[in-house]
């Protein structure tokens, strides 16, 4: 008893510390490798978003900068932390988290300066030479902030689930962060910021995609990148990476960190086939950077982290991009730590105007993390059980297999967990031209006379969040998928507030008579209601995909 009461008073002390900082937090400035990078004032003469939303933007800034000084001054050892991964991995996923949040909101602030695209790399991360973005300024704020929002529940989820005094210390903070963040995003999605659209408009042939309209940040070099074959007068590469030396390098890691920062001209590293073993981070600064393999199967990057050995889930993931205009071909992200290690990500993506092209997502629980911003998916295969793909991106997979694994006894498989936290976010996932079906593990299973258990259950999603957002287009719908389609998260939670929405699918599971009776689920009748989901409309895709060569379907039909 006499060592339990020594140790509540050390403990009191300590938070009593902290709460000293967290009062004096405002003089505090984060380390230098989480400095939030600051926008440049407004031009006294730009209209391109109003004052109040300039003002909401830098009070959040400073809000960030404030919540950045606690975690990353928190004590993780002893005995507050007492060395527990799953702690380290949070803080680590906040100063990151708050970092990108900074970024997305210095981009934002941009807009504020008729110069809006500079010509040298400024504040927020302009590229060189460059511009931020599709170029539709109002859309760009739109997806920024919706980025950045989710950003903070991502760090509360991450603190929350370590038991520690940090969640506490924070929360306040967070909520204040968010709390700007929603209201910034309000007073765009009401037009508020309406100048925007007007005097950062694009011509019509712009938005069509046609050859004068298409962004001129990339060099002629880099349109054809996906259709091109790998090996002489091929594809130019700027790395190789082989596991037998023959290469510049023999791990993906270190080709990745060897990338130019901050590149305004794409950057190809060719990965040779092989088994990776490795987890990949490419990092916020690592800007155009393209992976190319020799195919789905044949090069393959390879990890285990996972929730049940201590990593936060945001961690769990074997490759995590940051860098803005990521692209990746033919290759496989795996994770191998299996259902009983339960959330185990393969890919982890937060990059703005990402394409990943014949690429294989492998894992079981939370196998691809679509976690933020604008992203798409072309003629990928991704397997998984519970909630295998899920996160807030705005993001749309074409021609994509999407295959149902054998989960745990007892577990149901949900193909999506969609996390959008707000009306006014522009995020969502869009599954146009897919195949929604059971892997051979579960096929298997099914054959498997000795097998008691009842068949599992799979469902097209569930209402992660409030405001989840998922449809399912002009897919096939296997027989797989339970004839509800929809699994609630908990109860009544998010069933009026969520949309799924299903148009035109075919398959023994695509009937919608015995579908959900939910307020928030939709039997789209109207092409017009459903082109809101397709790439032109969702993520504005004949803005910025014509430049990267990728096969893709601007509306409902080819």
């Given at each position: 008893m006499a060592s339990t009461s020594l140790n509540a008073i050390a403990q009191?002390?300590?938070?009593?510390?902290?709460?000293?900082?967290?009062?004096?937090?405002?003089?505090?400035?984060?380390?230098?490798?989480?400095?939030?990078?600051?926008?440049?004032?407004?031009?006294?003469?730009?209209?391109?978003?109003?004052?109040?939303?300039?003002?909401?933007?830098?009070?959040?800034?400073?809000?960030?900068?404030?919540?950045?000084?606690?975690?990353?001054?928190?004590?993780?050892?002893?005995?507050?932390?007492?060395?527990?991964?799953r702690l380290s991995s949070a803080v680590a996923d906040c100063l990151d988290l708050l970092d990108l949040s900074s970024d997305e909101l210095s981009w934002s602030m941009s807009t504020t300066s008729p110069a809006s695209h500079p010509t040298s790399a400024g504040a927020g991360g302009a590229p060189a030479g460059g511009r931020l973005g599709t170029g539709d300024a109002r859309?760009?704020?739109?997806?920024?902030?919706?980025?950045?929002?989710?950003?903070?529940?991502?760090?509360k989820e991450g603190l929350d689930e370590t038991g520690s005094v940090l969640g506490s210390l924070v929360a306040t903070g967070l909520e204040a962060v968010t709390s700007l963040l929603t209201d910034g995003l309000g007073q765009v999605a009401a037009g508020e910021a309406g100048a925007v659209a007007t005097s950062s408009r694009v011509s019509l042939s712009d938005r069509r995609g046609l050859a004068e309209g298409a962004p001129h940040w990339l060099r002629a070099r880099e349109r054809r990148l996906l259709q091109m074959p790998v090996g002489p007068g091929g594809l130019p590469v700027d790395a190789v990476v082989a596991k037998d030396g023959s290469g510049n390098f023999r791990t993906v890691s270190a080709a990745v960190?060897?990338?130019?920062?901050?590149?305004?001209?794409?950057?190809?590293?060719?990965?040779?086939?092989?088994?990776?073993?490795?987890?990949?981070?490419?990092?916020?600064?690592?800007?155009?950077?393209?992976?190319?393999?020799?195919?789905?199967?044949?090069?393959?990057?390879?990890?285990h982290r996972n929730y049940v050995d201590g990593y936060t889930t945001y961690r769990s993931a074997t490759v995590a991009v940051n860098g803005k205009g990521f692209i990746a071909r033919d290759l496989t992200f795996e994770n191998t730590a299996g259902p009983a290690k339960h959330q185990a990500v393969a890919l982890r993506c937060d990059s703005d105007l990402s394409v990943f092209y014949h690429c294989a997502f492998e894992g079981y629980q939370d196998t691809l993390y679509a976690h933020s911003l604008r992203q798409f998916y072309r003629d990928?295969?991704?397997?998984?059980?519970?909630?295998?793909?899920?996160?807030?991106?705005?993001?749309?997979?074409?021609?994509?297999?999407?295959?149902?694994?054998?989960?745990?006894?007892?577990?149901?498989?949900?193909?999506?967990?969609?996390?959008?936290?707000?009306?006014?976010?522009?995020?969502?996932?869009?599954?146009?031209?897919?195949?929604?079906?059971?892997?051979?593990?579960?096929?298997?299973?099914?054959?498997?006379?000795?097998?008691?258990?009842?068949?599992?259950?799979?469902?097209?999603?569930?209402?992660?969040?409030?405001?989840?957002?998922?449809?399912?287009?002009?897919?096939?719908?296997?027989?797989?998928?339970?004839?509800?389609?929809?699994?609630?998260?908990?109860?009544?939670?998010?069933?009026?507030?969520?949309?799924?929405?299903?148009?035109?699918?075919?398959?023994?599971?695509?009937?919608?008579?015995?579908?959900?009776?939910?307020?928030?689920?939709?039997?789209?009748?109207?092409?017009?209601?459903?082109?809101?989901?397709?790439?032109?409309?969702?993520?504005?895709?004949?803005?910025?995909?014509?430049?990267?060569?990728v096969k893709y379907t601007a509306g409902l039909t080819s």
């Open positions: 009191l002390l300590l938070v009593l510390s902290l709460l000293l900082l967290l009062t004096n937090a405002h003089p505090l400035t984060p380390s230098p490798a989480h400095q939030p990078a600051l926008a440049p004032p407004a031009s006294p003469g730009s209209k391109s978003i109003s004052p109040g939303l300039v003002s909401t933007l830098r009070e959040t800034l400073d809000a960030i900068k404030n919540v950045a000084s606690i975690i990353s001054s928190f004590p993780i050892g002893g005995i507050l932390g007492g060395g527990d991964l859309s760009d704020l739109r997806s920024w902030l919706s980025g950045a929002l989710g950003n903070q529940d991502t760090c960190e060897a990338a130019p920062a901050e590149s305004a001209a794409r950057y190809v590293i060719y990965v040779k086939r092989g088994v990776y073993k490795e987890t990949v981070d490419v990092k916020k600064k690592k800007w155009n950077l393209m992976l190319v393999g020799d195919g789905m199967g044949a090069t393959v990057i390879s990890g990928c295969r991704v397997t998984g059980t519970v909630d295998f793909v899920f996160g807030n991106a705005a993001a749309v997979f074409q021609n994509c297999t999407l295959l149902a694994r054998l989960p745990l006894p007892d577990q149901k498989n949900s193909v999506t967990a969609q996390g959008r936290l707000d009306a006014n976010m522009t995020t969502g996932f869009a599954f146009q031209f897919c195949n929604v079906s059971a892997h051979d593990d579960l096929l298997a299973a099914g054959r498997d006379g000795n097998r008691t258990a009842a068949p599992t259950q799979t469902y097209l999603g569930r209402p992660w969040k409030q405001y989840s957002r998922v449809v399912f287009m002009q897919s096939y719908i296997g027989a797989v998928v339970r004839p509800e389609g929809w699994l609630a998260w908990d109860g009544e939670f998010a069933l009026d507030t969520l949309y799924y929405g299903e148009y035109m699918n075919t398959g023994p599971g695509a009937g919608v008579g015995a579908r959900v009776k939910w307020p928030g689920f939709h039997v789209m009748a109207s092409p017009s209601e459903a082109g809101n989901f397709t790439v032109a409309q969702f993520i504005e895709g004949n803005m910025w995909l014509p430049t990267t060569g």
